[in-house]
């Protein structure tokens, strides 16, 4: 068996030569994405017409997605196109859904797939699915439908992965989140019950430490350090991940204080390597956006 390499344009294109059983191609493939993650890269397009062998085009889509599964496992490279003809979603476009912790895109069309890999929406579902250690991100959106899906793909990959999500969210959002994660498949109250899922109200916690648009920072710190110190002891070492819309409910109307609990979550990522995603809502994404001062204090800007 003979594999290549070669980088053309922003990809890392592949491909393995000779007869292969399915134990050698998924090592095959496997070389390949540690060769990829290695030199950086986070995207990956598997190209399921060019299995040879006789194989109905299900078959080759089904065993290309059983490859692209297994080098995920391994090697942790977030976004994966998946090119092939499936009933199932020839015309669709793009499907994009969290699969143990993987975003995939299924396409028809060699030039669609590579559209979307390119595009800002396959960029922000990598920072959502797989965030670098320590990241704080802000996710700001107009369309309320927008934030259930971001911040479920956001904890569903940290809890397939093992990790322990803390959700704090707001009674408008509690329900239609948690419904979307059982949605998934995920035993919500199971979750709860062993600690690796925290879901907090947001309206409660600021009452906590917030008065007449005055920060408690002392308690701020008590309250958060005592979610992230429960939350390491679930993860065993794993890592922490934090959604957070208390921000939300202030940022329009106590801006100093929404900067400077903003700057005092960044000591607390520093001091104990959380992950942290923050969301606003906008009126409109066309005629508001949020102002340098709050935008500054994150590392990734999703929108």
């Known amino acids: 068996m003979d594999l290549t390499l070669k980088v053309e344009h922003d990809f890392l294109l592949a491909k393995a030569s000779g007869q292969l059983s399915l134990s050698e191609a998924l090592e095959s493939c496997r070389e390949m994405c540690d060769v990829a993650a290695a030199m950086g890269f986070g995207k990956i397009l598997f190209d399921c017409f060019a299995l040879e062998g006789e194989l109905t085009p299900e078959a080759r889509f089904e065993l290309g997605k059983t490859i692209a599964e297994h080098c995920q496992a391994f ?10 003809q499936p009933p199932a979603v020839t015309g669709l476009g793009a499907r994009i859904a969290s699969n143990r912790g993987m975003v995939v895109g299924t396409f028809a069309e060699r030039k669609a797939a590579l559209e979307w890999l ?98 408690d920072e002392h308690l701020f710190r008590h309250k958060f350090e005592g979610m992230i110190t429960r939350a390491k002891m679930v993860s065993a070492g794993r890592e922490v991940r934090v959604f957070g819309e208390i921000v939300n409910l202030t940022w329009r109307s106590r801006l100093r204080a929404t900067e400077r609990m903003e700057k005092l979550w960044n000591d607390l990522i520093r001091e104990h390597s959380v992950t942290l995603l923050c969301a606003y809502a906008l009126a409109s994404a066309e005629h508001e956006t949020l102002p340098n001062s709050l935008l500054s204090c994150h590392s990734h800007a999703i929108t």
């Open 75 to 84: 090697v942790r490279i977030p976004v994966v196109a998946l090119l092939g």
């Open 118 to 215: 390119r595009s800002p929406r396959s960029t922000a579902a990598g920072i959502l699915t797989n965030p670098k250690s320590r990241s704080h991100m802000v996710y700001h959106y107009a369309e309320e439908t927008h934030l259930a899906d971001a911040v479920c793909l956001f904890a569903s990959a940290g809890l397939r992965k093992g990790e322990t999500v803390v959700l704090i969210m707001s009674e408008a959002h509690y329900q239609p989140i948690l419904k979307q994660l059982a949605a998934e498949g995920f035993d919500v109250v199971g979750l709860m019950q062993s600690g690796q899922l925290d879901c907090e109200e947001a309206e409660r916690l600021l009452s906590s430490f917030l008065s007449d648009g005055i920060i």
